[in-house]
């Protein structure tokens, strides 16, 4: 039904109302004095009345909005659990559509505000991870800005709010799995739209393949484009002086283009490689950089280049703890007694600078682990901190960090460096705190905005290097895998070994997200044309009958009254 | 066409008219003779008090057989006795009759019986009397009038007037005392429907005249059909007013035309003047007897 239809109706219903009322009969008087002045005190009533009547209106909206303010449960119908609308935060939704369309992340916002409007009236909505219960209009205005109202939680395993229904808005990019209560009804809208994009994956520095030779960067890139056919890619790598090379390249979809770069024909500082592609949707992988520290300025050294050696005795690792009782059966504990290439040489107290020195000498130890087990301070974090043991005898180790614990999955590792030789962190769930690093410490491993692992690789002379697993391992599945052993060995070596060329490296922009590249890997179906064409197409709520209805009963009720009671104004 | 049968005093209530005559309080008696004291002490016939004698008193007025008795000289002082300047505002404006018929003179018929009356009392005690007809303006005015051979030419003149126009008692007060006419008794007779009612009353205030305010009411003024919604029309101004039918109106309307009347009550209380309220339902002898009440006749010469 159109929506002039039934307001005409109305109309016509109100017009009717007044043609019907009876003609006024004439009546000569002597004089209307006495009427005017009995119409005045009427209206001085009726003024009276019209205050208390906009005085007990004021105090309904008054409460009404003190009311919606609080959030009262009663205000719910249906049993008060709202509808949870959880949006995947991973990089890629950040894509552009075909034809320079929205970025996905809007794509589901404009998904969200059709299942917003269609929703019964009175629905409350959560957004993520938020359990605030919002209504249809503070959730449509969060939706409005989804690149802001929408990005702020990069949750990768968000836990969503109790609900009686989940809409999953994801691309099917990546494994985003929020943690919802299980039975809770659950849908899945998916924004995918295949498009076209390059990007640059690995940008590293490696070791050179003889000492003879200099430091190199291995650079990928992956191209995907759901046309097929050649993608042309345009290839600049520039160094803070100039661009040293410049290579348009032809790639297949679904190959990928490796290249070696010598780093010895680049100025100092930093290197940067950029791509450019045509129809390309996704800007945020067609750039990275690394910075070569050991030829970061005139000033600065050139090390010898060492191989790390090899060890074929067990690492010694002296286990320093806040409780020396709480270490025994911790994650750790049993990680390191599950590993053969470590032993545990003793467990002791740990004491802080001002305490007194133990009475016991320390045994001889190749690492020191600092475990805190329980956190000083909520929310603390639980971390293992490894030092050399010389750390622990100059009467200090790393110290505890404090910070908000957020939970997520690693998305992002510095693959080449040897203290992550074998052991894969991709995708590993943490509850990690957000940390500041210092300038002589850099991410080993990091979980969207938060540091997982971190480095410290001080200039000689100045400290020794350390290394913080930063988040807690009693509630991650690396204490269970081989991993865990394998990065005690790197750090037991790392720790006690001349620093050597590949620590010099720091890769701090060099970290790439293979993943984050590959925009079209989704098993989810594709966003149908036809939807995409209502995108900008507005959505309005009809009217419903019920809502027509009571506006007729009023309208009637007021022209009943003014009509029979003579209060027309 | 004169209307004598308004007039047809019976023989006993002339009589009882002749008892009666009319006071005021601070007006000062004029220079004609009459039966109204006067304000001061003069050379008249009624010993009102002694003063002592001083240089340039008359000395006809000593009182010897005083001074025999206190050996001071002492003046005899006698009332003055003077006539009253009597000034009739007679209301015939239309809402004074708005519906030819029998019925519908019943308020000016009645006005011209108590103007005839207070002109009869007035006469008959040697006071000037001024008629002055007013609606919309004034009317020939007649008088003023003296002696009691002036009552058939004023009953006369009454007889012939009519309604018809708006209410103006303020342009009336203007007319009729523009030229300056002496203090005296102000008698406005009038339903008072009016909305210059008020600044009429205002305007004879400064005149420092006496007044007498007289309203006369008729009931039927107050009952209309209000079963459904009606339209008023002014019977003076022809204005029309809706008003929507509504139980208890028409006693709301009564309600208020007594607040109407106790307000010009208060006005007129406050500045020392008589208000009477005379419904054409009731007969001369009660509201002379509420004119007696109020201070405006008096009983006995």
């Given at each position: 039904m159109p929506f002039w239809l039934p307001l005409g109706i109305t109309a016509l219903l109100v017009l009717a109302i007044y043609l019907i009322r009876p003609t006024a009969q004439a009546l000569p008087v002597a004089s209307t004095v006495l009427w005017r002045r009995l119409l005045a005190a009427r209206k001085r009533r009726r003024d009276r009345l019209r205050w208390l009547l906009s005085l007990l209106l004021a105090t309904t909206v008054a409460g009404s909005l003190s009311v919606a303010a609080s959030r009262a449960p009663w205000l719910q119908p249906g049993g008060g659990d709202p509808i949870a609308l959880a949006f995947d935060p991973s990089p890629t939704m950040q894509a552009g559509l075909p034809a320079g369309g929205p970025s996905r992340i809007e794509l589901a916002a404009a998904e969200a505000r059709r299942i917003v409007l269609e929703a019964d009236a009175g629905s409350r909505f959560t957004v993520n991870a938020d359990p605030t219960a919002l209504t249809s209009t503070e959730v449509l205005a969060v939706l409005s800005d989804p690149l802001t109202g929408l990005s702020n939680g990069p949750d990768t395993e968000p836990a969503i709010p109790t609900a009686r229904r989940v809409h999953v808005f994801t691309d099917g990019n990546g494994p985003y799995a929020p943690i919802i209560d299980p039975g809770t009804e659950t849908h899945t809208v998916s924004v995918l739209v295949p498009a076209r994009n390059a990007g640059i994956v690995r940008f590293a520095t490696r070791p050179p393949a003889t000492s003879a030779a200099g430091p190199e960067a291995l650079l990928e890139i992956v191209v995907t484009d759901p046309a097929g056919g050649p993608v042309p890619v345009e290839l600049t790598v520039a160094d803070s002086e100039t661009i040293r090379i410049r290579r348009q390249l032809e790639l297949e979809p679904r190959d990928r283009f490796t290249a070696l770069i010598d780093l010895d024909s680049f100025a100092p500082g930093p290197v940067t490689a950029r791509i450019a592609t045509p129809?390309?949707?996704?800007?945020?992988?067609n750039r990275a950089g690394l910075i070569d520290a050991g030829r970061a300025g005139p000033a600065s050294t050139r090390l010898a280049v060492r191989h790390a050696r090899t060890r074929t005795e067990p690492g010694r690792v002296l286990v320093m703890a806040r409780s020396p009782g709480s270490f025994a059966g911790s994650a750790a504990a049993l990680a390191l007694e599950a590993d053969a290439s470590v032993d545990v040489v003793a467990v002791r107290a740990a004491t802080g600078a001002d305490d007194p020195p133990p009475e016991d000498p320390l045994p001889v130890a190749d690492i020191a682990a600092f475990h805190r087990a329980a956190p000083a301070i909520p929310p603390a974090m639980p971390a293992l901190y490894l030092d050399p043991p010389q750390a622990v005898a100059a009467g200090g180790l790393s110290p505890a960090a404090e910070a908000p614990l957020s939970q997520r999955r690693i998305?992002?590792?510095?693959?080449?460096h040897p203290l992550l030789t074998g052991v894969s962190l991709l995708d590993l769930p943490v509850v990690v705190a957000a940390r500041e690093l210092d300038s002589q410490c850099s991410a080993l491993a990091s979980a969207g905005d938060r540091i997982a692992i971190a480095v410290c690789d001080p200039a000689p002379g100045s400290g020794s290097r350390s290394l913080t697993v930063a988040f807690d391992l009693d509630h991650s599945s690396l204490a269970q895998r081989p991993d865990l052993a394998a990065l005690f060995q790197n750090a037991a070596s790392w720790l006690t070994e001349t620093p050597a060329i590949t620590g010099d490296l720091t890769a701090d922009t060099g970290l790439q997200d293979e993943r984050a590249t590959r925009?079209?890997?989704?098993?989810l179906e594709p966003v149908p044309a036809d939807r995409l064409a209502e995108l900008d197409r507005p959505s309005r709520r009809p009217w419903s009958w019920r809502t027509l209805a009571l506006a007729g009963l009023l309208l009637a009720s007021f022209e009943a009254i003014t009509f029979f009671r003579g209060l027309t104004l | 066409m004169a209307d004598h049968s308004v007039f047809a005093f019976e023989p006993a209530f002339l009589a009882r008219l002749e008892r009666l005559r009319l006071l005021t309080r601070r007006v000062p008696a004029g220079g004609f003779k009459g039966e109204h004291r006067a304000s001061h002490l003069g050379s008249g016939l009624e010993f009102a008090d002694y003063r002592p004698y001083v240089e340039g008193d008359d000395v006809r007025h000593l009182d010897w057989r005083a001074y025999l008795r206190f050996d001071r000289l002492l003046l005899r002082m006698f009332e003055e006795h003077g006539d009253l300047a009597v000034y009739i505002l007679l209301d015939c404006s239309h809402s004074m009759a708005p519906t030819p018929g029998a019925f519908g003179r019943r308020k000016f018929d009645a006005a011209r019986r108590i103007a005839a009356a207070l002109t009869y009392i007035a006469l008959a005690t040697l006071d000037r009397v001024t008629l002055a007809p007013y609606s919309g303006h004034v009317h020939q005015v007649l008088g003023p009038l003296h002696g009691s051979r002036q009552v058939w030419r004023a009953l006369d003149y009454l007889a012939n007037l009519d309604t018809g126009g708006e209410t103006h008692l303020d342009r009336t007060v203007r007319e009729v005392f523009a030229a300056g006419r002496r203090r005296g008794l102000v008698i406005v007779i009038s339903d008072l429907l009016s909305d210059t009612t008020e600044g009429g009353l205002d305007l004879l205030l400064p005149l420092r005249h006496d007044v007498a305010v007289i309203q006369v009411t008729d009931h039927r003024d107050l009952e209309a059909p209000l079963d459904r919604d009606t339209t008023l029309v002014d019977s003076e101004t022809g204005d029309s007013l809706r008003i929507h039918g509504a139980p208890n109106l028409l006693h709301r309307l009564e309600r208020e035309a007594e607040a109407h009347r106790e307000e010009i009550r208060t006005r007129c209380t406050a500045r020392g003047w008589s208000f009477i309220h005379a419904p054409v339902e009731a007969s001369f002898e009660e509201l002379a007897l509420g004119a007696l009440r109020r201070g405006l006749l008096s009983r006995g010469r």
């Amino acid at each position: 039904m159109p929506f002039w239809l039934p307001l005409g109706i109305t109309a016509l219903l109100v017009l009717a109302i007044y043609l019907i009322r009876p003609t006024a009969q004439a009546l000569p008087v002597a004089s209307t004095v006495l009427w005017r002045r009995l119409l005045a005190a009427r209206k001085r009533r009726r003024d009276r009345l019209r205050w208390l009547l906009s005085l007990l209106l004021a105090t309904t909206v008054a409460g009404s909005l003190s009311v919606a303010a609080s959030r009262a449960p009663w205000l719910q119908p249906g049993g008060g659990d709202p509808i949870a609308l959880a949006f995947d935060p991973s990089p890629t939704m950040q894509a552009g559509l075909p034809a320079g369309g929205p970025s996905r992340i809007e794509l589901a916002a404009a998904e969200a505000r059709r299942i917003v409007l269609e929703a019964d009236a009175g629905s409350r909505f959560t957004v993520n991870a938020d359990p605030t219960a919002l209504t249809s209009t503070e959730v449509l205005a969060v939706l409005s800005d989804p690149l802001t109202g929408l990005s702020n939680g990069p949750d990768t395993e968000p836990a969503i709010p109790t609900a009686r229904r989940v809409h999953v808005f994801t691309d099917g990019n990546g494994p985003y799995a929020p943690i919802i209560d299980p039975g809770t009804e659950t849908h899945t809208v998916s924004v995918l739209v295949p498009a076209r994009n390059a990007g640059i994956v690995r940008f590293a520095t490696r070791p050179p393949a003889t000492s003879a030779a200099g430091p190199e960067a291995l650079l990928e890139i992956v191209v995907t484009d759901p046309a097929g056919g050649p993608v042309p890619v345009e290839l600049t790598v520039a160094d803070s002086e100039t661009i040293r090379i410049r290579r348009q390249l032809e790639l297949e979809p679904r190959d990928r283009f490796t290249a070696l770069i010598d780093l010895d024909s680049f100025a100092p500082g930093p290197v940067t490689a950029r791509i450019a592609t045509p129809g390309d949707v996704f800007s945020l992988d067609n750039r990275a950089g690394l910075i070569d520290a050991g030829r970061a300025g005139p000033a600065s050294t050139r090390l010898a280049v060492r191989h790390a050696r090899t060890r074929t005795e067990p690492g010694r690792v002296l286990v320093m703890a806040r409780s020396p009782g709480s270490f025994a059966g911790s994650a750790a504990a049993l990680a390191l007694e599950a590993d053969a290439s470590v032993d545990v040489v003793a467990v002791r107290a740990a004491t802080g600078a001002d305490d007194p020195p133990p009475e016991d000498p320390l045994p001889v130890a190749d690492i020191a682990a600092f475990h805190r087990a329980a956190p000083a301070i909520p929310p603390a974090m639980p971390a293992l901190y490894l030092d050399p043991p010389q750390a622990v005898a100059a009467g200090g180790l790393s110290p505890a960090a404090e910070a908000p614990l957020s939970q997520r999955r690693i998305d992002r590792t510095d693959a080449s460096h040897p203290l992550l030789t074998g052991v894969s962190l991709l995708d590993l769930p943490v509850v990690v705190a957000a940390r500041e690093l210092d300038s002589q410490c850099s991410a080993l491993a990091s979980a969207g905005d938060r540091i997982a692992i971190a480095v410290c690789d001080p200039a000689p002379g100045s400290g020794s290097r350390s290394l913080t697993v930063a988040f807690d391992l009693d509630h991650s599945s690396l204490a269970q895998r081989p991993d865990l052993a394998a990065l005690f060995q790197n750090a037991a070596s790392w720790l006690t070994e001349t620093p050597a060329i590949t620590g010099d490296l720091t890769a701090d922009t060099g970290l790439q997200d293979e993943r984050a590249t590959r925009i079209n890997d989704s098993s989810l179906e594709p966003v149908p044309a036809d939807r995409l064409a209502e995108l900008d197409r507005p959505s309005r709520r009809p009217w419903s009958w019920r809502t027509l209805a009571l506006a007729g009963l009023l309208l009637a009720s007021f022209e009943a009254i003014t009509f029979f009671r003579g209060l027309t104004l | 066409m004169a209307d004598h049968s308004v007039f047809a005093f019976e023989p006993a209530f002339l009589a009882r008219l002749e008892r009666l005559r009319l006071l005021t309080r601070r007006v000062p008696a004029g220079g004609f003779k009459g039966e109204h004291r006067a304000s001061h002490l003069g050379s008249g016939l009624e010993f009102a008090d002694y003063r002592p004698y001083v240089e340039g008193d008359d000395v006809r007025h000593l009182d010897w057989r005083a001074y025999l008795r206190f050996d001071r000289l002492l003046l005899r002082m006698f009332e003055e006795h003077g006539d009253l300047a009597v000034y009739i505002l007679l209301d015939c404006s239309h809402s004074m009759a708005p519906t030819p018929g029998a019925f519908g003179r019943r308020k000016f018929d009645a006005a011209r019986r108590i103007a005839a009356a207070l002109t009869y009392i007035a006469l008959a005690t040697l006071d000037r009397v001024t008629l002055a007809p007013y609606s919309g303006h004034v009317h020939q005015v007649l008088g003023p009038l003296h002696g009691s051979r002036q009552v058939w030419r004023a009953l006369d003149y009454l007889a012939n007037l009519d309604t018809g126009g708006e209410t103006h008692l303020d342009r009336t007060v203007r007319e009729v005392f523009a030229a300056g006419r002496r203090r005296g008794l102000v008698i406005v007779i009038s339903d008072l429907l009016s909305d210059t009612t008020e600044g009429g009353l205002d305007l004879l205030l400064p005149l420092r005249h006496d007044v007498a305010v007289i309203q006369v009411t008729d009931h039927r003024d107050l009952e209309a059909p209000l079963d459904r919604d009606t339209t008023l029309v002014d019977s003076e101004t022809g204005d029309s007013l809706r008003i929507h039918g509504a139980p208890n109106l028409l006693h709301r309307l009564e309600r208020e035309a007594e607040a109407h009347r106790e307000e010009i009550r208060t006005r007129c209380t406050a500045r020392g003047w008589s208000f009477i309220h005379a419904p054409v339902e009731a007969s001369f002898e009660e509201l002379a007897l509420g004119a007696l009440r109020r201070g405006l006749l008096s009983r006995g010469r």
